[in-house]
């Protein structure tokens, strides 16, 4: 089965887990328990926000291999149904994908997260 759409970079393996989970609480997101897993996922974290009036979530999905896939979605506490429908599936905003990059690969020198120093583990890569 493929992965979820919405390839955003890769960071370097292997990765401190638990750094990685720090750095995307630090930036607002949660665990994400009410998720289906996915082959060699390590980390399925999001955050919701509300647009129109109506609940939506952000969902970051880390594998083992350091790729880095998210997208914005209907929040099941919107709509359970219309969540696992999947139709308003749809890629992170680009201001998104910028805060994700800086937590997670941080800028030349340091990471911009307040818990630890990634750059020398984490790089970005062309999406694919």
Not at 25 to 38: A, K, L, T, V
Not at 58 to 70: L, Q, T, W
Not at 82 to 90: K, N, V
């Amino acid at each position: 089965m493929p992965r979820t759409p919405y390839y955003q970079f890769s960071i370097e393996t292997p990765f401190d887990e638990g750094k990685v989970l720090r750095a995307l609480i630090n930036i607002g997101f949660q665990w994400n328990y009410w998720s289906y897993f996915e082959k060699g996922q390590v980390i399925n974290v999001r955050r919701c926000y509300v647009e129109d009036g109506i609940i939506r979530q952000e969902h970051v999905r880390i594998f083992e291999d350091g790729e880095v896939r998210a997208h914005d979605e209907l929040a099941y506490e919107e709509s359970a149904v219309g969540h696992l429908r999947g139709e308003t599936i749809r890629n992170v905003k680009p201001s998104t994908q910028e805060e994700l990059r800086r937590a997670l690969l941080g800028g030349k020198d340091e990471c911009r997260c307040s818990y630890y120093i990634l750059s020398s583990c984490l790089k970005a890569e062309e999406e694919v």
